[in-house]
């Protein structure tokens, strides 16, 4: 049981925040936006009493894991997917700060044995860490992540400085976690270059490249860009090589070093390491979420393919959605039954299109129907996160440069080609115009005035692939069109 003080705590961006996704996005169409928000207000009073907990110590909260596993308490991937629900629910929630601080707590109460800042992922019921003190990279992933929106939630000049603990984390992530050779995410802290097998693997659901976006911009370091590529680098590989007809991707990955592959089977925890399964199950929610806040057309690219395989193999009827694939669309062993873990990525990777619409509904209401009693806390818990995207709630904890909302048909200026590879060649409808191009973490990566051409061509070799804002200056009027690099 959770005793929480009645002293509220006031929020710069209570929920609901209705963010402005991507001008392309789109959300259930066949409920309100009142009824959305309304959706997951009555999922979070379900939530909340049962896994939220601080039995350990009074002022530590976890995320109970124990309707999975009776004999464990907390696993730190819990731990972040609770400190980010708490963020988002402040506002509608009046005690979520008192929970996400002792959420904090209990991660700085358990720490790594090999990295300090890290957390241990994982503690029994006598809140004891076990299995080894080592790490889980997404656990960690997602509590830098919600340091940050911390700090934009309640700013960091109390008790807990978020931004500065979040800053340290997230130094941490890039030594410990991130194979600086190669720019993918580790398994965990405890892989090392002795070990190439390991070294060499990562586990697709750690690609959160909204993640990494908010971190560059957290820290300015421009690493992160690096891993934002990679990722996209191994699903592009993996969805040309070993998925082709389905798109789907394997729970683990070995040989980054040369070509990317799905694991082979019992290659870390089952039978089913190379398949679409109880892992990648994440992977459309996490991509999508990279395309829905910075446009990021290599994540809509990817999860568009996951979405063409799902409803065909469903026959566009949500309710036969099943829980695990082959690569190839077959059926996993025993698949045969409904699980939030799936149906919450694919309606929120339902959401990169407008012909999306009518599936979108359906997977949204079918996901509506599932049973909170009759789940766990996995199921449970991604469902929580996949109802404040699906709703339009889901804020990055950094600013797109003031343009987010930019008007893709703005006739003052065309730019091609687009998506560029070397260069962009910008036709102007006037002669004096200053020229900037921005990255969607507000990072300026090209100036220039242009007094007497109408036509301006710019080498671009220099910026990595992703989404860019050009922003064209006139008269006192500013113009903006978004420009893709891919190569």
């Known amino acids: ?26 959300k259930p169409s066949n409920h309100t936006q009142a009824q959305l928000d309304s959706a997951v207000k009555s999922f979070y009073n379900l939530w909340k009493p049962k896994y939220f907990r601080n039995t350990c110590n009074a002022s530590q909260y976890f995320v109970w894991f124990g309707d999975e596993d009776p004999t464990i308490n907390c696993v730190s991937e819990g731990q972040g997917y609770g400190m980010m629900i708490a963020a988002y629910m402040a506002g509608y929630d009046a005690n979520a700060k008192t929970i996400f601080d002792g959420l904090y707590n209990y991660y700085k109460a358990h720490k790594d044995s090999i990295s300090y800042e890290l ?90 490249p909204d993640h990494f976006r908010a971190f560059q911009s957290a820290t300015g370091d421009t690493r992160w860009n690096n891993v934002i590529n990679e990722c996209y680098t191994v699903i592009n590989t993996l969805q040309t090589n070993s998925s082709p007809t389905t798109g789907l991707i394997p729970d683990f990955v070995i040989n980054c070093n040369t070509t990317p592959v799905p694991a082979g089977a019992n290659f870390l925890e089952g039978p089913y390491d190379g398949d679409y399964n109880y892992n990648a199950c994440r992977v459309p929610w996490r991509l999508t979420t990279d395309y829905l806040i910075a446009g990021e057309t290599r ?37 045969n039954y409904s699980d939030p873990s799936f149906i919450g990525p694919f309606a929120v990777g339902a959401m990169t299109a407008s012909t999306n619409q009518t599936w979108l509904n359906g997977v949204y209401d079918f996901l509506l129907s599932q049973s909170f009693s009759g789940n766990t806390y996995f ?36 730019i091609y080609p687009n998506p560029a590879t070397d260069r962009v060649t910008i036709q102007l409808n006037t002669k004096k115009t200053k020229v ?44 903006t069109k978004k420009l893709i690099i891919s190569r």
């Open 119 to 208: 957390m241990a992922w994982e503690q029994n019921t006598a809140c004891v860490d076990t299995g080894g003190a080592d790490d889980a990279t997404d656990g960690d992933l997602d509590i830098a992540y919600s340091l940050l929106l911390a700090d934009k939630q309640w700013g960091s000049s109390g008790a807990i400085n978020y931004l500065q603990e979040g800053k340290k984390l997230i130094d941490s992530l890039m030594v410990y976690i991130v194979n600086n050779k190669l720019y993918s995410t580790e398994l965990g802290d405890w892989v090392d270059p002795t070990d190439p097998t390991n070294y060499n693997a990562t586990r697709p659901s750690d690609f959160m």
């Open 299 to 335: 994540a809509k690219t990817a999860v568009d393919k996951i979405n063409t395989f799902i409803k065909s193999n469903t026959s566009n009827v949500p309710a036969n959605i099943n829980s695990g694939w082959y690569l190839n669309g077959n059926n996993l062993p025993g698949n």
């Open 436 to 479: 900037e191009i921005y990255s969607v973490v507000g990072e300026k990566v090209y100036s220039a005035f242009s007094s007497t051409e109408s036509q301006l061509s710019i080498d671009v070799n220099n910026l990595s692939n992703g989404v860019y804002f050009i922003s064209l200056s006139s008269d006192g009027t500013t113009s």
């Open 1 to 26: 049981m959770i005793c929480l003080s009645t002293l509220g705590f006031s929020q710069n961006l209570p929920f609901p925040q209705h963010y402005a996704y991507t001008a392309a996005a789109i």
């Open 379 to 414: 199921p449970n818990t991604l469902k929580m996160l996949n109802l404040i995207v699906i709703s339009g709630n889901y804020w990055p904890p950094y600013t797109l440069t003031g343009i987010q909302n930019e008007v893709q048909n703005d006739p003052t200026f065309q």
